[in-house]
């Protein structure tokens, strides 16, 4: 069969639909199908986040993945293929959280990891037969999972790659330690879709990964992982033997990596060079109302500055509107993000994922005021606050973005550096001075910087 598989992308507030013509990583979702598929099909691949969908294309079968946003225009895209007559499979978090919806819209839904499904969808599909959804029965080993052909990842442009080293600089080629999360964090689409499990692959086989894209000549690495540190003992054996490939990489953690000085020491040997940590509020209480109580508050100063000290930088993770917060959590939340250097900041308003905890919480208390799951981004008043209005909240989330990426606020978290790590903070100088320029330029566009 011919398929194309498709990643789609969302709306904008307008209509239209959310494009940019350069990223600084790409996502695994869609090569990684590829290489579970067997040979005897034709298949491509399409991330709309850079090019066109054709609707018009002659294909048997469509494969659509979708994150938050981009569920509705998953979901447009499913109806167009299948008024032609094209097959079309959901998979992914959302649909995996949300599958009888999901099968309104698709003749076939993975509701969990593909491994062990995927070869039956599609041979189901092409002798005409469908069983609805297909419920992955396990979670699948992560010892010698299939390669992905990384010229094929959808967001790379390969040209700007061989020819421009700021290009070289600026992309992270991605790649998979270890899946889940065992933290119990209530609004969580992770560790909800994994059931609070932890996997992570045979060190040995990351290794071979990482030294075949070395052999690309790529030296900057993203871990895709939620939560690579989940299990220390197993982290330290990746990062120990990761130093003689003498790599940068980036990937999300928890704060926790600032309590294990041995494994702090390795990540920051092994090349660290920022690490995306969910804060989510400056608020005991506020960590408490989500189940996030391990974040501990009152910590964040000396674990920061741990980090900071290995020569890492930190990229921060907050939630705005939290039950625990107040109109005065914002001038606190801006002080404590300018005061620790915190390199970059990412904010969150809360959303109820469909499926996760907070969602039936936060359904049960009535507390849901947006049914379009088209505005199920980052920056949003889709839950009513406790201590605030909407209207307070989003004023909140607007002036911390708009502090943080202020220019004297610039100066004041990047100078002087992280030790070792000059190159780093210009990159990051140039990324903040284009926040500051997308927030001006961009007023409706705030809730899905990513
Ligand atoms: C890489 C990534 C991105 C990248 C790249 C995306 C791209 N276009 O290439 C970037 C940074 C751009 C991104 C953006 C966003 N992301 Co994102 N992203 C991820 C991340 C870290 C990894 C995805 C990945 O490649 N995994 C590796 C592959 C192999 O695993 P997988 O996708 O889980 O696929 C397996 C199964 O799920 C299943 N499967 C998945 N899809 C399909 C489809 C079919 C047809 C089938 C059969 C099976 C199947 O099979 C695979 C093998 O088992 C995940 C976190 C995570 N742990 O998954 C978040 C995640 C998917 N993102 C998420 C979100 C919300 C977003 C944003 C909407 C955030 C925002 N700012 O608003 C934006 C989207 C903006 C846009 N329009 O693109 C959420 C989704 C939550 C939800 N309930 O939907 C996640 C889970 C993160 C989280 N912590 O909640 N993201
Ligand atoms: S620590 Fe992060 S990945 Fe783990 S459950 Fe909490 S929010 Fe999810």
Redesign the pocket.
């Known amino acids: 069969m011919r398929i194309l598989l498709i990643?789609p992308?969302?709306y904008n507030a307008d209509g239209s639909l959310?494009k940019t013509t350069r990223?600084w990583?790409?996502?695994?979702?869609l090569p990684?199908?590829e290489a579970l598929t067997p040979d005897e099909h034709q298949v491509s691949l399409v991330?709309e986040?850079f090019y066109d969908v054709d609707l018009k294309t002659d294909v048997d079968v469509v494969?659509?993945?979708?994150?938050?946003?981009?569920i509705k225009r998953a979901y447009d895209l499913a109806d167009q293929f299948r008024a032609r007559g094209v097959k079309v499979?959901?998979?992914?978090?959302?649909v995996t959280?949300n599958p009888d919806e999901s099968l309104l819209h698709a003749d076939a839904v993975?509701a969990g990891?593909?491994?062990d499904v995927?070869v039956q969808?599609l041979d189901d599909l092409a002798g005409g037969r469908s069983q609805g959804i297909y419920r992955a029965p396990r979670r699948?080993s992560l010892a010698d999972l299939p390669r992905v052909d990384y010229m094929h990842l959808?967001?790379l442009k390969w040209d700007a790659f061989k020819t421009s080293w700021l290009y070289r600089m600026y992309f992270h080629w991605?790649i998979?330690f270890s899946r889940g999360c065992p933290h119990p964090c209530e609004y969580?689409?992770?560790q909800t879709f994994y059931e609070r499990s932890f996997r992570t692959r045979p060190v040995p086989e990351v290794i071979d990964e990482l030294k075949a894209i070395k052999a690309l000549g790529a030296d900057r690495i993203l871990f895709?992982d939620?939560n690579p540190v989940a299990n220390p003992e197993a982290a330290k054996e990746l990062f120990a033997a990761m130093i003689p490939l003498k790599l940068k990489w980036a990937s999300q953690s928890t704060i926790n990596i600032a309590r294990d000085p041995e494994l702090l020491d390795l990540a920051a040997r092994s090349g660290c060079a920022s690490l995306s940590i969910g804060l989510e509020s400056v608020h005991q209480a506020s960590l408490e109302s989500i189940r996030k109580g391990f974040n501990q508050a009152p910590r964040f100063a000396e674990d920061l500055a741990a980090i900071r000290n290995k020569g890492i930088q930190i990229i921060g993770l907050l939630m705005v509107g939290l039950d625990g917060d107040t109109v005065e959590t914002f001038p606190r939340s801006l002080e404590f993000l300018m005061e620790n250097k915190v390199t970059f900041l990412k904010l969150f308003t809360p959303c109820p994922?469909p499926g996760t905890k907070f969602y039936d919480d936060m359904m049960a208390a009535g507390r849901i005021e947006v049914g379009d799951w088209g505005r199920y981004?980052?920056g949003s008043a889709l839950v009513r606050p406790t201590h605030m209005s909407a209207e307070e909240m989003m004023d909140g989330f607007k002036y911390v973005y708009q502090g943080f990426y202020s220019v004297p606020s610039i100066l004041k978290r990047l100078v002087p550096p992280p030790p070792g790590s000059v190159l780093e903070t210009m990159a990051y100088l140039v990324a903040n001075l284009k926040v500051n320029r997308f927030l001006k330029s961009n007023e409706d566009a705030w809730?899905?910087?990513?």
């Open positions: 990643s992308t969302h959310h990223y990583t790409s996502g695994l979702t990684y199908l991330d986040l494969g659509l993945t979708a994150m938050g946003p981009q499979v959901l998979g992914g978090t959302w959280l993975v990891e593909a491994e995927w969808v699948a959808p967001l991605p998979v969580c689409a992770v895709l939620d994922y981004d980052y809730a899905t910087i990513s």
